[in-house]
């Protein structure tokens, strides 16, 4: 009996081998947060297993090395609270610029040469125009280049409060300006740019409310929450983008933001029903982030 106490012993020690807290694993938790809060699974006790297993010269150079990615990560992705804001104005300003010269200008060649874009060739330019930036600029600003989603982020404290105006007013003057750009090459200018409703009232309300939820909701949730896989933020913004155009762009445009329609309506002077954007994508935006943040772990 005796015997046989101890091969089950044994068994069990093999079964589920100690938890060390090796510096090793230290850096991986810093790593992947996700480490810290998850439940460990099957793979991740093997390898922690396997990692306890090695000689010490072979855990000391996987800890060098993980210390050594961690710091070229935190070297190479800034954090955006070090940047100043001036610079984060100058970059909201530019990636609005170039989003609206983008999907204006595509708007444009579809209607001059009888609809060769298309609505999905449209939608597919706004999305990887949002992509790209996201990309380039989320380092620096987080790349909102969205009245309504700087408005929404304030609210729930992902932005600071006195950042609100300087955001606000380098969005929009960013989208008046690749307005009147686009005015300039074009010339005279295709009114089509502008945001205007081809449905009623309530219908147009409530597509921007919702395709406005839907892109906060999606870009809270990967944006904010440490549990979300944030490598991915770009291509599943851009994705959003597209979608809700494919959703609301014969109905409404599909603006979701308030600077798309405002910098276009100031260069074609059409203000028909503008109110809808500019109260609808704001209310959406907060509503959006507000479901998220309900709902997260």
């Known amino acids: 009996?005796?015997?046989?106490?101890?091969?089950?012993?044994d068994v069990t020690a093999v079964a589920v081998p100690p938890m060390q807290t090796s510096e090793s694993?230290?850096?991986s938790i810093i790593i992947s947060p996700r480490a810290a809060t998850s439940k460990i699974m099957p793979f991740e006790l093997i390898h922690a297993g396997s990692v306890s297993s090695r000689p010490h010269a072979d855990v000391a150079e996987s800890s060098g090395a993980h210390a050594t990615h961690h710091h070229r990560w935190n070297q190479g992705l800034p954090k955006i609270n070090a940047v100043p804001l001036i610079k984060k104005v100058g970059a909201e300003f530019l990636g609005t610029f170039i989003l609206i010269f983008t999907v204006s200008s595509t708007i444009i060649m579809n209607e001059q040469h009888d609809g060769v874009e298309s609505l999905l060739g449209i939608a597919t330019s706004a999305g990887l125009a949002v992509t790209?930036?996201?990309?380039?600029?989320i380092h620096i600003s987080g790349c909102h280049l969205n009245p309504a989603v700087s408005i929404a982020m304030a609210v729930f404290g992902h932005l600071p409060l006195a950042h609100i105006l300087p955001y606000v007013a380098a969005q929009i003057l960013g989208s008046i300006a690749a307005s009147f750009t686009v005015k300039g090459i074009?010339?005279?200018?295709?009114?089509?740019i502008?945001?205007?409703?081809?449905?009623?009232?309530?219908?147009?309300?409530?597509l921007e409310f919702i395709t406005t939820f839907v892109l906060l909701f999606i870009i809270t949730a990967l944006a904010t929450d440490p549990h979300a896989v944030k490598e991915l933020i770009a291509v599943a913004v851009g994705a959003t983008i597209m979608m809700n155009a494919l959703v609301a762009g014969p109905s409404t445009e599909a603006s979701m933001n308030?600077?798309?329609?405002?910098?276009?309506?100031?260069a074609t002077c059409r203000y028909t029903?503008?109110?809808?954007?500019?109260?609808?994508?704001?209310?959406?935006?907060?509503?959006?982030?507000?479901?998220?943040?309900?709902?997260?772990?």
């Open 1 to 9: 009996m005796e015997e046989q106490k101890r091969s089950m012993g």
């Open 25 to 27: 694993n230290k850096i």
């Open 132 to 137: 790209v930036l996201v990309l380039s600029l």
């Open 186 to 192: 074009y010339h005279p200018v295709n009114p089509g």
């Open 194 to 206: 502008a945001t205007i409703p081809k449905v009623g009232t309530t219908e147009a309300f409530f």
């Open 258 to 266: 308030p600077a798309r329609t405002l910098g276009p309506a100031i």
């Open 273 to 297: 029903q503008i109110w809808i954007y500019m109260v609808a994508t704001p209310l959406g935006a907060i509503a959006g982030t507000g479901a998220y943040v309900a709902i997260k772990l």
